[in-house]
Nanobody, 126 residues
Framework: QVQLVESGGDLVQPGGSLRLSCVAS????????TGWFRQAPGKEREGVSC????????YYTDSVKGRFTISRDNANNTVYLQMNSLKPEDTAVYYC???????????????????WGQGTQVTVSS
């Protein structure tokens, strides 16, 4: 049974940093792409950043480019989202997702995800 477990969400002041982690288990191979999505109250879930299974191809939504960095440690089945220069508009529940395919389509559409984590709350406020 596939499981994705996120951690690292917190309350942080504007301009601060957080690192989210997502540990994957239950996959029979490393042949899966992963990504981070977020959903703010009253808004649709959006793809924040995603990364391919093994060749490091990444995508970032425009609003986080230059501030967020996605990475993955395949040896430990973990994907990270380093978030710097956080803004109040980054406040949301952040979800880790995985797709049983090595790549995402452009924009990492959420309907391509096969598995989801439970989410972790990120609040950016002074």
């Amino acid at each position: 049974q596939v499981q994705l477990v996120e951690s690292g969400g917190d309350l942080v002041q504007p301009g601060g940093s957080l690192r989210l982690s997502c540990v994957a288990s239950g996959f029979t191979s490393g042949y899966y792409a992963t990504g981070w999505f977020r959903q703010a109250p009253g808004k649709e879930r959006e793809g924040v950043s995603c990364i391919s299974a093994s060749d490091g191809i990444t995508y970032y939504t425009d609003s986080v480019k230059g501030r967020f960095t996605i990475s993955r440690d395949n040896a430990n089945n973990t994907v990270y989202l380093q978030m710097n220069s956080l803004k109040p508009e980054d406040t949301a529940v952040y979800y880790c997702a995985a797709k049983y395919h090595p790549w995402w389509n452009i924009g990492c559409p959420s309907n391509e995800a096969n598995y989801w984590g439970q989410g972790t709350q990120v609040t950016v406020s002074s």
